[in-house]
């Protein structure tokens, strides 16, 4: 269990982390999402005492600074390339592990989970992200602890390491481990992630189950489709239904229940050949939530026309 | 603490940097009495000679093993913030103190054991190239080593302390060489000049300069137009090179406990 009380992190005249509480369960999988620059590396660091800030976080009862040999309770993974190059993964890892007690079997253990094991003994200077990564995993792992706080673990992995991530996690997960897990690929997340912790601008906007912050971010839409389509639209809109048109001339309707609609088109006598409801992804519930905390807008693309960039072309 | 040091000791042991480090500043080391002995092998030796040859020039010309020894205690705490390994370290050994403490005791123990190897190594090639080496057990060449020890191990641990401070490697390595070669030597050099022969007083204060009276046999010679600087003994010469070791130390530990890692 992870719980973490009033974080607090301020750079001049910029609040990174505004008084940020919650608590990670052990069990299942916790994704950690915002924007970027929405401070949830600076929270890890703080949670770890990497940075100096307000608050405190503790794992089973105790503070990170305060555990011994913290790598057997608490694994972490903050950084994309946090090795010496020159330094090979085995020794990497047996320097760590030498603060911690941690055996030799063990880092080779390790290194073969994460798929390491060919190279151990070659110098990370020429590995690339994924590999990285995967270092870096063993590393979070090497003390096989109760708790892990991974920053963006699937950053530079290939589908097929992503996919072998998440069932890593989702195992750790339903060891009992508490896993905190951070990403910005909000699909992932929502075939990874039990529960959210989601923040913006260093505030909190959500913490809770995944499905309860699509819910409360979104609205279900109802689809319709059918040959007098076009005519049911100031029916719907008479009853209190917000409608727009779909991409393939469909009506997504909102504001009203499904059942509503289908009553309403039997009682005007409306032939439908299609009455769905469209729930809306994570992805949709993030723009949602997160739409006013973005810290770093980019501009909307313009078409090629009016900039003259095909002309440049 | 017994993890903090098997961790810094690890860590040394596992970088290149480490091995080529230590085996230059040897090689440096022992090529002053190879060349001596091969250049001047049927010359006497007296008491400052064999210094001389034993500490590889340090009490005379530049001290070799303690500037490569300065590097890898520059390493000790600048790779970490280079390479970004000071993450895994604090989450490994999050006690800020005692892994300070650790890389102090471990850099610090490896310098004075590459010392009295690089000292044994050096008697060895004399003992060789002159068939003894008289008063080597004898002051002043036996207190003059025990000082070269000393200030090596000052030496290394200024550059470990810059390297903590700067959090970062080059900046350090422009300090540790800039300061003792060109700063104090620029300075000593200002005092010759009869207008400003005021600042010979400062002259024993300069923490190198004052370091270096650890290892002399005899009184350091300056030249002809060097006014006297009146340097303090040997010990209290170390103790002004000590203080100022310990000054940018308290400075970068201080520091480094309330920064973000």
Do not use: C
């Not at chain 1, 097929?160 to 990403?183: C, N, P, Y």
């Not at chain 2, 002043?140 to 401070?165: D, E």
């Not at chain 2, 010759?192 to 650890?214: H, K, N, Q, Y």
């Amino acid at each position: 269990m992870i719980a973490a009380k009033g974080l607090h992190k301020r750079y001049k005249q910029t609040v990174a982390v505004d008084d940020l509480s919650f608590e990670v369960r052990p069990g299942v999988v916790t994704g950690f999402l915002g924007p970027n620059g929405s401070g949830k590396s600076t929270t890890m660091r703080l949670m770890l005492g990497l940075d100096h800030g307000g608050g405190e976080t503790l794992f089973d009862g105790e503070r990170f600074t305060d555990i011994r040999r913290p790598m057997n309770r608490v694994g972490a993974l903050l950084e994309a390339k946090p090795f010496h190059p020159t330094r090979s993964a085995r020794n990497h890892l047996k320097m760590l592990a030498s603060a911690n007690g941690i055996t030799d079997a063990r880092i080779d253990e390790v290194l073969e989970t994460v798929g390491l094991g060919p190279v151990k003994r070659k110098q990370p200077k020429g590995y690339s992200l994924g590999m990285a990564q995967r270092l870096g995993l063993a590393q979070a792992l090497l003390g096989d602890p109760r708790t892990l706080l991974l920053d963006e673990p699937t950053n530079g992995l290939d589908p097929h390491g992503i996919h072998w991530m998440r069932d890593l996690l989702k195992q750790l997960a339903t060891e009992g481990r508490t896993v905190f897990v951070s990403s910005h690929l909000l699909s992932e997340m929502q075939l990874m992630a039990d529960e959210l912790v989601v923040i913006g601008r260093g505030q909190m906007i959500f913490n809770g189950d995944v499905d309860d912050f699509v819910r409360e971010f979104t609205q279900s839409s109802v689809i319709v489709r059918g040959p007098d389509a076009d005519a049911f639209v100031p029916v719907l809109e008479a009853e209190g239904a917000t409608v727009t048109k779909g991409g393939d001339g469909e009506l997504v309707v909102s504001d009203m229940a499904i059942g509503a609609v289908g009553h309403l088109a039997f009682t005007e006598g409306v032939e439908l050949s299609e009455l769905s409801t469209r729930s809306a992804s994570l992805e949709e519930a993030f723009m949602s939530a997160t739409g006013a905390a973005e810290q770093f807008v980019a501009r909307e693309p313009v078409p090629a026309t009016t900039t003259g960039g095909a002309r440049h072309a | 603490m017994l993890d903090a040091l098997r961790f810094e000791w690890t860590r040394l042991r596992t970088l290149r940097s480490t091995y080529w480090m230590v085996g230059s500043g040897l090689v440096a080391s022992a090529a002053i009495p190879l060349t001596l002995g091969i250049a001047a092998g049927s010359e006497p030796l007296n008491a400052d000679s064999v210094n001389l040859g034993l500490n590889g020039g340090a009490s005379f010309v530049i001290p070799f093993l303690a500037v490569f020894m300065a590097v890898v205690g520059i390493f000790a705490t600048g790779h970490e913030y280079r390479h970004g390994t000071i993450q895994p370290t604090l989450t490994a050994l999050p006690q800020r103190s005692r892994l300070i403490l650790a890389k102090i005791l471990t850099v610090a123990g490896l310098t004075a054991a590459v010392t009295l190897v690089s000292i044994a190594i050096n008697a060895t090639l004399m003992l060789a190239l002159w068939g003894g080496v008289p008063g080597l057990f004898d002051d002043p060449v036996r207190s003059a080593l025990l000082g070269y020890v000393a200030y090596n191990v000052v030496y290394t641990l200024v550059g470990l302390g810059l390297g903590l401070l700067f959090r970062g490697v080059p900046s350090a390595l422009v300090v540790i060489f800039l300061m003792p070669l060109i700063i104090e030597t620029l300075f000593v050099g200002l005092t010759m000049v009869p207008a400003l022969d005021w600042l010979a007083p400062v002259v024993r204060f300069l923490p190198f300069t004052a370091g270096s009276e650890l290892m002399l046999t005899s009184a350091a010679e300056f030249g002809p137009a060097a006014p006297d600087y009146d340097f303090f003994d040997r010990w209290a010469s170390g103790g002004v090179f000590a203080v100022f070791a310990a000054l940018i130390i308290i400075a970068a530990w201080t520091l480094f406990k309330t920064r973000d890692a």
